[in-house]
């Protein structure tokens, strides 16, 4: 069984890293919150399957992000911590990642429906089956890290599970068989969900070519549903990356580990309030209203950053 360890950080140096990582996911957190805030407030979003879906996504953002700042900081503190508390952590967070691109293309799925079947839309997109389609996408990706669990549990001893280590998945699943699965499945994945991709975005494409606007900006949001995808992808190759550039530079791996984790799992987060909470002009009318401060007359200031990035005319879908 191989153990992967990593190198401890002097202090200064754990305490300037984890204040990055911390502020920089906590500001995100409250960016997606703003715009979950926003979803529940107001009923246009809440019986609408497209912002439904969306919402699945910014959540799904949230809990990746608040979990990798638990188990970074634990990490630091304690350094390793129970295998029982890691494994739920791990599955969790797995799970999640899995959810990220199962629901784009469903959102990729619904726009194809709304502009290539429009009369058949609201009968096929009803928020009773987008509840039913999150949760399909939950139960696979819970299908994906179950048969991991069940294997730990009946190959490993009682106590096994009462012991501490530092909590990497290549840590608690070690059978090569297992990360054969785990490589298969992504592969699977990845491929399914271009192909639904593709044909949306090609579909939309001809509709397009009918001269219809609400097509040209639903072909634009699928191809930003595509680069979202490509940012998920990045999750794939997140150890493989850490792999090889610490043979590459075996002195520098906690450097390495960190830069890795926070360009592949913190940033990417910021795409996902731009292509709605900003991008689209229903949900930035109700953000604003949130997210800025507002002058005595009820809009928001001028001259902050923000308030001209909302004031801009955007495509939306």
Wanted: aromatic letters at 12%; hydrophobic letters at 50%.
């Amino acid at each position: 069984m191989n153990i992967t360890t990593v190198n401890r950080d002097p202090l200064h140096v754990a305490i300037l890293k984890n204040v990055i990582t911390v502020v920089l996911a906590l500001a995100i957190i409250y960016i997606n919150g703003t715009l979950v805030h926003t979803f529940r407030k107001h009923q246009v979003f809440n019986t609408n399957s497209r912002y439904i879906l969306y919402i699945h996504l910014v959540i799904n953002d949230i809990l990746m992000l608040a979990l990798m700042i638990l188990l970074q900081v634990l990490s630091y503190i304690i350094y390793k911590f129970n295998v029982s508390f890691c494994i739920i952590m791990l599955m969790i967070a797995t799970s999640t990642s899995l959810n990220n691109p199962l629901t784009l293309a469903a959102m990729a799925l619904e726009c194809y429906l709304a502009i290539c079947f429009p009369l058949r839309h609201p009968q096929i997109c009803t928020v009773r089956k987008t509840y039913i389609v999150i949760t399909v996408i939950w139960v696979l990706s819970s299908l994906a890290v179950l048969p991991d669990l069940f294997i730990i549990i009946a190959t490993r001893p009682a106590k096994y599970f009462h012991s501490s280590v530092l909590c990497l998945w290549a840590n608690i699943f070690t059978s090569p068989a297992l990360k054969q699965k785990k490589d298969v499945f992504n592969i699977l994945l990845l491929v399914i969900v271009w192909l639904i991709l593709f044909y949306a975005y090609f579909r939309i494409l001809f509709t397009a070519q009918a001269a219809s606007v609400n097509a040209k900006k639903a072909r634009n949001t699928v191809l930003l549903h595509g680069f979202q995808l490509l940012l998920c992808m990045l999750t794939f190759v997140y150890i493989i990356s850490i792999e090889g550039l610490s043979i590459l530079f075996p002195n520098d791996i906690p450097s390495i580990r960190y830069v890795i984790t926070l360009l592949i799992q913190v940033m990417p987060r910021l795409i996902s309030p731009m292509v709605y909470g900003i991008r689209d002009k229903m949900f930035r009318k109700h953000l604003k209203q949130y997210l800025l401060p507002l002058n005595p007359a009820g809009h928001p200031k001028k001259g902050s950053y923000v308030g001209r990035l909302l004031r801009r005319p955007l495509e939306d879908y």
